[in-house]
């Protein structure tokens, strides 16, 4: 049953949405600028490309799986606070790298910078969902846009300084840079009163706020989180892969011909990576908000799994491994909104830090598994059967979304509705004097 919306009174909220993202996208880079540095300090320090890359791992895992215990702090202190001190974390990273003569070092700037984005990623999210409840899925992919496509205005700038000015410097004054922007935008955030928002009136939405604990024994979060992790490890096994993809296929070292210039393959799908990803955030958060949630997951998934399997198909051709690849990003990127958009509908606002904390660990569940594409590519020796494994799950997820979330979700707030109107039926009446 979806309730009428509240009017709520005019407040700038839109600010809270613009400072969120300017934060998210100054935290990009500590994840998708790293590729940059990596060659840069394996030939400085002469350390193994795999022992480099054990930090991302490393970050990853600790933004990730720290996110529940962020969003008990967030609940608690409120979105400035958090920001503050994951603008500190955040640029400290960076500093940090820019001293390591040790692998313990960059492992430890690594964890750093992994508490410091996840204070920053999962507090904006929070924000987000808490301002725009009547329009979750658009707020909450705008601000996950900004971290996924933070890095196209920096990743030429720190490119050029690396080049010139070597990696340990870049480092340093970046850092410096993105923190002190994370401070600065943290001094507009602050979280909404009860009357200054407005309920949805398209998608159903609980008026009860669940605690982690309640949300926990609840059937419909374990399928969330399982739908999650499905879509995110297969999402993360294409898109980490994508270059030894291109070589498998042929298509890594093939030039198109764009007429006013021509670029190999596979760094044109790259820069495709980064439009359609964050494209797709706001993109499917939007649709979201008029035809529901479950119903743009079934697309969004579907469209992905398809995708893929004609990645496999048809990638030997350079422009089908474009544009499939493509089609590939296009529908990923989106599983940041509407899970998030997702939980707050189902658990209510106040307590949405801590169980979407817990639910965002999908990812770092999908971070450890994604060494296991290695493994099925040797046994079998090519990529595309890991291809065909990633779309048999992100099929598997789309289907799950529309023939078992979906009925459970709605009978969730059924449940909801009828035991308020039980509790409004049982409660004393004022008798008139």
């Not at 042929?250 to 495709?272: C, W």
């Amino acid at each position: 049953m979806v309730e009428a919306a509240v009017k709520a009174p005019a407040t700038n909220r839109w600010l809270q949405l613009v400072a969120g993202i300017v934060c998210m996208v100054a935290a990009a880079n500590i994840q998708y600028s790293w590729t940059l540095f990596v060659p840069e300090i394996v030939s400085t320090r002469g350390w193994t490309r795999a022992s480099v890359q054990v930090a991302f791992t490393v970050f990853v895992v600790v933004q990730t799986w720290l996110t529940p215990i962020e969003g008990y702090f967030i609940d608690k202190y409120g979105p400035r606070v958090m920001v503050l001190v994951g603008g500190v974390f955040t640029g400290l990273s960076w500093v940090l790298n820019s001293y390591a003569e040790s692998l313990t070092a960059l492992y430890v700037a690594a964890a750093v910078g992994g508490i410091g984005v996840g204070c920053v990623y999962a507090t904006c999210v929070n924000a987000a969902l808490k301002w725009f409840p009547d329009r979750r899925g658009l707020a909450v992919g705008l601000t996950a846009a900004g971290y996924g496509s933070g890095t196209v205005l920096t990743i030429l700038p720190i490119a050029a300084m690396i080049k010139t000015s070597g990696y340990q410097e870049t480092f340093f004054t970046f850092g410096l840079i993105q923190g002190a922007v994370i401070l600065l935008a943290a001094g507009f955030l602050r979280a909404p009163s009860k009357n200054e928002v407005v309920y949805s009136s398209t998608v159903a939405q609980s008026r009860r706020d669940y605690t982690l604990g309640e949300a926990l024994r609840t059937p419909v979060f374990w399928i969330m989180l399982v739908l999650f992790v499905l879509t995110v490890s297969g999402g993360l096994m294409a898109v980490a892969q994508l270059g030894v993809i291109a070589e498998d296929l042929g298509v890594k070292h093939i030039n198109v011909n764009l007429y006013f210039f021509a670029m190999a393959a596979l760094p044109f799908a790259l820069m495709l990576d980064r439009i359609l990803n964050g494209f797709s955030r706001p993109f499917f958060g939007w649709i979201s908000d008029h035809i529901g949630r479950e119903k743009t997951m079934f697309f969004a998934f579907a469209m992905e799994g398809i995708g893929i399997v004609a990645l496999g198909t048809f990638g030997h051709n350079p422009w089908a491994f474009i544009i499939l690849s493509g089609v590939v990003f296009l529908a990923w990127g989106e599983v940041y909104s509407l899970f998030s958009a997702t939980a707050a509908d189902t658990f209510g606002s106040k307590h949405i830090g801590k169980i979407y904390g817990m639910l965002y660990t999908a990812k770092g569940f999908a971070a450890l598994l994604v060494p296991l594409a290695n493994i099925l590519m040797e046994a079998t020796g090519t990529w595309t059967t890991v291809l065909y494994t990633v779309a048999a799950m992100d099929l598997t997820a789309a289907f799950g979304a529309l023939f078992v979330l979906r009925p459970m979700l709605a009978r969730h707030h059924r449940m909801n509705a009828e035991a308020a109107a039980a509790a409004a039926a049982s409660a004393p009446r004022e008798v008139p004097a």
